[in-house]
Protein backbone atom coordinates (compact mmCIF):
# COMPACT_ATOMS: atom_id res chain seq x y z
CA UNK A 1 0.00 0.00 0.00
CA UNK A 2 1.05 3.65 -1.21
CA UNK A 3 1.61 5.94 1.55
CA UNK A 4 -0.03 8.84 0.32
CA UNK A 5 0.92 12.95 2.01
CA UNK A 6 -0.44 16.10 1.21
CA UNK A 7 1.56 17.03 -1.53
CA UNK A 8 0.14 13.45 -3.16
CA UNK A 9 -3.26 14.90 -2.12
CA UNK A 10 -3.03 18.79 -3.71
CA UNK A 11 -1.41 16.67 -6.82
CA UNK A 12 -4.53 14.94 -7.51
CA UNK A 13 -6.65 17.99 -6.49
CA UNK A 14 -4.83 19.66 -9.17
CA UNK A 15 -5.04 17.18 -11.89
CA UNK A 16 -8.62 16.47 -10.58
CA UNK A 17 -9.64 20.22 -11.91
CA UNK A 18 -7.14 20.16 -14.84
CA UNK A 19 -5.57 16.79 -16.00
CA UNK A 20 -3.61 18.77 -18.24
CA UNK A 21 -2.05 20.53 -15.64
CA UNK A 22 2.01 20.58 -16.35
CA UNK A 23 4.76 18.96 -14.31
CA UNK A 24 6.23 22.20 -13.96
CA UNK A 25 3.23 24.22 -12.24
CA UNK A 26 2.43 21.49 -10.33
CA UNK A 27 6.24 21.37 -8.69
CA UNK A 28 5.49 25.23 -8.76
CA UNK A 29 2.92 24.80 -6.67
CA UNK A 30 4.32 22.34 -4.25
CA UNK A 31 7.53 23.93 -3.87
CA UNK A 32 9.15 20.78 -4.91
CA UNK A 33 11.38 20.25 -8.32
CA UNK A 34 9.84 18.90 -11.79
CA UNK A 35 11.32 15.81 -11.42
CA UNK A 36 10.50 14.69 -7.82
CA UNK A 37 6.55 16.25 -8.82
CA UNK A 38 7.21 13.84 -12.11
CA UNK A 39 7.78 11.25 -9.56
CA UNK A 40 5.03 11.67 -8.11
CA UNK A 41 2.57 11.14 -10.58
CA UNK A 42 4.47 7.88 -11.82
CA UNK A 43 3.94 6.56 -8.47
CA UNK A 44 0.05 7.50 -7.75
CA UNK A 45 -0.09 5.79 -11.27
CA UNK A 46 1.08 2.45 -10.65
CA UNK A 47 -0.58 2.25 -7.25
CA UNK A 48 -3.46 2.70 -9.32
CA UNK A 49 -4.70 5.46 -7.72
CA UNK A 50 -4.56 7.62 -10.58
CA UNK A 51 -6.83 5.88 -13.00
CA UNK A 52 -6.84 7.85 -16.14
CA UNK A 53 -6.57 11.00 -17.29
CA UNK A 54 -9.67 12.45 -18.68
CA UNK A 55 -12.02 15.76 -20.00
CA UNK A 56 -15.28 17.16 -19.11
CA UNK A 57 -17.26 18.35 -21.63
CA UNK A 58 -20.42 19.88 -22.39
CA UNK A 59 -22.14 20.33 -25.94
CA UNK A 60 -24.08 22.74 -26.90
CA UNK A 61 -27.47 20.48 -27.32
CA UNK A 62 -26.26 17.06 -25.79
CA UNK A 63 -28.69 15.63 -22.84
CA UNK A 64 -27.36 14.10 -19.73
CA UNK A 65 -29.58 11.92 -17.74
CA UNK A 66 -28.69 10.21 -14.05
CA UNK A 67 -30.40 6.41 -14.32
CA UNK A 68 -31.01 5.37 -10.69
CA UNK A 69 -30.61 0.98 -11.17
CA UNK A 70 -32.36 -1.48 -8.67
CA UNK A 71 -31.36 -5.10 -8.99
CA UNK A 72 -32.36 -8.46 -8.30
CA UNK A 73 -30.37 -9.98 -5.18
CA UNK A 74 -29.65 -13.01 -7.10
CA UNK A 75 -27.14 -11.60 -9.53
CA UNK A 76 -24.41 -9.88 -8.69
CA UNK A 77 -24.31 -6.26 -8.59
CA UNK A 78 -20.56 -5.66 -10.43
CA UNK A 79 -22.10 -8.57 -12.44
CA UNK A 80 -24.56 -5.77 -14.10
CA UNK A 81 -22.43 -2.72 -13.31
CA UNK A 82 -20.09 -4.13 -15.59
CA UNK A 83 -22.61 -4.94 -18.28
CA UNK A 84 -24.12 -1.48 -17.96
CA UNK A 85 -21.06 0.62 -18.79
CA UNK A 86 -20.38 -1.03 -22.10
CA UNK A 87 -23.58 0.22 -23.20
CA UNK A 88 -23.50 2.97 -25.75
CA UNK A 89 -24.31 6.60 -24.24
CA UNK A 90 -23.12 5.62 -20.41
CA UNK A 91 -20.44 7.98 -19.37
CA UNK A 92 -20.15 6.29 -15.58
CA UNK A 93 -21.02 3.86 -13.30
CA UNK A 94 -21.52 3.85 -9.65
CA UNK A 95 -22.23 1.08 -7.29
CA UNK A 96 -24.01 2.72 -4.10
CA UNK A 97 -25.80 1.94 -1.45
CA UNK A 98 -29.31 3.40 -0.20
CA UNK A 99 -32.51 2.61 -2.79
CA UNK A 100 -30.75 2.18 -5.62
CA UNK A 101 -27.65 -0.60 -6.26
CA UNK A 102 -26.59 1.60 -9.18
CA UNK A 103 -26.31 5.04 -10.22
CA UNK A 104 -25.38 5.48 -13.99
CA UNK A 105 -24.58 8.59 -15.77
CA UNK A 106 -25.66 9.10 -19.29
CA UNK A 107 -25.50 10.99 -22.26
CA UNK A 108 -27.08 11.66 -25.69
CA UNK A 109 -28.11 13.98 -27.93
CA UNK A 110 -31.48 14.30 -27.88
CA UNK A 111 -33.85 12.52 -25.85
CA UNK A 112 -34.29 9.53 -28.05
CA UNK A 113 -30.69 8.35 -28.05
CA UNK A 114 -31.15 8.61 -23.75
CA UNK A 115 -34.25 6.40 -23.89
CA UNK A 116 -32.75 3.49 -25.93
CA UNK A 117 -29.50 3.69 -23.93
CA UNK A 118 -32.04 3.75 -20.56
CA UNK A 119 -34.26 0.60 -22.41
CA UNK A 120 -30.80 -1.09 -22.74
CA UNK A 121 -30.21 -0.72 -19.04
CA UNK A 122 -34.10 -1.94 -18.26
CA UNK A 123 -33.38 -4.97 -20.65
CA UNK A 124 -30.23 -6.45 -18.63
CA UNK A 125 -30.85 -9.76 -16.30
CA UNK A 126 -31.09 -8.56 -13.20
CA UNK A 127 -32.20 -5.29 -13.30
CA UNK A 128 -35.70 -4.72 -11.45
CA UNK A 129 -36.16 -1.02 -12.60
CA UNK A 130 -34.81 2.08 -13.18
CA UNK A 131 -35.59 5.88 -12.46
CA UNK A 132 -34.34 8.75 -14.44
CA UNK A 133 -33.83 12.13 -14.12
CA UNK A 134 -32.53 15.04 -16.47
CA UNK A 135 -29.67 16.97 -15.61
CA UNK A 136 -30.54 20.61 -16.23
CA UNK A 137 -27.03 22.15 -15.21
CA UNK A 138 -23.22 21.23 -14.42
CA UNK A 139 -20.88 22.87 -12.01
CA UNK A 140 -17.70 22.84 -12.22
Known sequence: MVEI???DIKILEML????????????RELKISEAAARKRIERLIKAGIIKRFTIDY??????????MVK???????????????????VETVYETTGDYDILA????????????TIDEIR??????STTST???RVWF
Not at 16 to 27: D, E, L, Q, V
Not at 105 to 116: E, P, Q, T
Open 5 to 7: DQN
Open 16 to 27: RKNSRTSYTSIA
Open 58 to 67: ELENEIRAIV
Open 71 to 89: TAPQIPTPEISKKIVKISG
Open 105 to 116: LVRGNNIAAINK
Open 123 to 128: SLQGVI
Open 134 to 136: IVL
